[in-house]
């Protein structure tokens, strides 16, 4: 998701996140994004991705990482203070396929527990 997601209009917002993810999570995600701004929040910061394996089987991929989410996570949308923080090493899963267009677009994330 780029930093700029939760600023742009709906449509763009589509736009923006049909580019990369699969139309499903696409819609989850903007789903879950009005939600949160109907609840005075937004999504701030930036997170850094430690990427310690790749899986390819065929048109599936599974990218393992160690998410830096430290500097990220949810703010009043009115205030834009903080209100929650990420960990410095969130273990994430991400599910990528490849579309007919022959791009990659994540499928699924998950968030196993433990510790990376």
Same mark, same amino acid.
């Given at each position: 998701?780029?930093?700029?997601?939760?600023?742009?209009?709906?449509?763009?917002?589509?736009?923006?996140?049909?580019?990369?993810?699969v *139309?499903?999570?696409?819609?989850?995600?903007?789903?879950?994004?009005?939600?949160?701004?109907?609840?005075?929040?937004?999504?701030?910061?930036?997170?850094?991705?430690?990427?310690?394996?790749?899986?390819?089987?065929?048109?599936?991929?599974?990218?393992?990482?160690?998410?830096?989410?430290?500097?990220?996570?949810?703010? *009043?949308?009115?205030?834009?203070?903080?209100?929650?923080?990420?960990?410095?090493?969130?273990?994430?899963?991400?599910?990528?396929?490849?579309?007919?267009?022959?791009?990659?677009?994540?499928?699924?994330i998950?968030?196993?527990?433990?510790?990376?």
């Open positions: 998701m780029t930093h700029s997601l939760p600023h742009l209009p709906g449509e763009q917002r589509s736009a923006e996140l049909t580019a990369v993810a *139309e499903r999570l696409a819609a989850t995600m903007l789903q879950n994004l009005t939600a949160q701004q109907d609840q005075g929040l937004t999504p701030y910061g930036e997170t850094h991705a430690r990427i310690s394996a790749v899986q390819i089987d065929g048109d599936r991929a599974v990218v393992t990482d160690c998410q830096d989410a430290s500097r990220s996570g949810q703010a *009043e949308l009115a205030t834009g203070q903080p209100r929650t923080v990420g960990i410095a090493r969130n273990p994430v899963s991400g599910t990528l396929e490849r579309g007919a267009d022959g791009a990659w677009r994540v499928a699924r998950d968030y196993p527990h433990g510790s990376c």
